[in-house]
């Protein structure tokens, strides 16, 4: 079965300065891949996903995020993070034949200083 | 930007009682699905439903859990008698075509409801 690892459960980043949150994957074909983030008392919003083509994916809010096959992993980034961007941000998978589940990491709790 | 609206936002419950969870997924949506996350956990899969009948199920949605589309707008999850590990924040999510995943089609989540079973 898939599965999503987040390795960071924090993370504190400077208003400005640029981020990186990680996520790994564990399947044996080619995933589709989620960033979701969620804002408090706001429901879980897709930043981007990955499904096919080009490995480097551009999101909406200035992310973008990079399939890297290799290392089984597809971290998010950011160039310059803003004190909105503070939220939980989630990984996730679905994979071929699935149906439309998807199965979440734990999240990464952002937190920007000013 | 179309979204799903879950009532009610907060819902506390006695140990042993039922609870039904609402939801109004997007108008056009084919495709309903609740997920839910134990405070600190995973986001997980509950269920799938499409034309009427579950899809897919997990093995966390028991025979104490069902679904239903009552009406042409309602989606709802009942939990027929509550447990204390039953309470969890629960995230209902709809999509149009249904291949969500390999198109260019989004899965809408509402912002769920936090259920606390005493």
């Known amino acids: 079965a898939q599965s999503v690892t987040q390795p960071d459960i924090h993370i504190t980043v400077s208003e400005g300065a640029s981020l990186e949150l990680r996520c790994n994957y564990s399947y044996g074909a080619t995933p589709y891949l989620f960033w979701y983030v969620q804002s408090p008392g706001q429901g879980l919003q897709l930043l981007l996903k990955y499904f096919s083509g080009d490995t480097l994916v551009q999101g909406i809010k200035g992310f973008e995020a990079e399939f890297k096959r290799s290392q089984s992993s597809f971290n998010l980034r950011k160039p310059s993070v803003h004190w909105s961007d503070a939220a939980e941000y989630f990984c996730?998978?679905?994979?071929?034949?699935?149906?439309?589940?998807?199965?979440f990491g734990t999240g990464t709790q952002l937190k920007v200083e000013l | 930007e179309p979204e799903v609206t879950q009532t009610p936002s907060h819902q506390v419950t006695q140990m042993g009682q039922e609870v039904i969870l609402r939801c109004v997924p997007i108008s056009n949506h084919l495709y309903f699905y609740w997920y839910r996350q134990i405070l600190g956990q995973k986001v997980e899969f509950l269920v799938s439903f499409y034309n009427n009948e579950i899809s897919e199920k997990s093995e966390i949605f028991d025979d104490q859990f069902s679904v239903e589309r009552p009406d042409g707008s309602n989606f709802t999850l009942k939990i027929r008698s509550t447990k204390l590990e039953d309470s969890a924040m629960y995230f209902c999510?709809?999509?149009?075509?249904?291949?969500?995943?390999?198109?260019?089609?989004?899965?809408?989540f509402g912002s769920g409801t936090q259920l606390s079973v005493l």
């Open positions: 999510a709809s999509s149009g075509a249904g291949a969500a995943l390999a198109t260019n089609e989004k899965l809408f």
């Open positions: 996730a998978v679905g994979v071929t034949g699935g149906g439309n589940k998807l199965t």
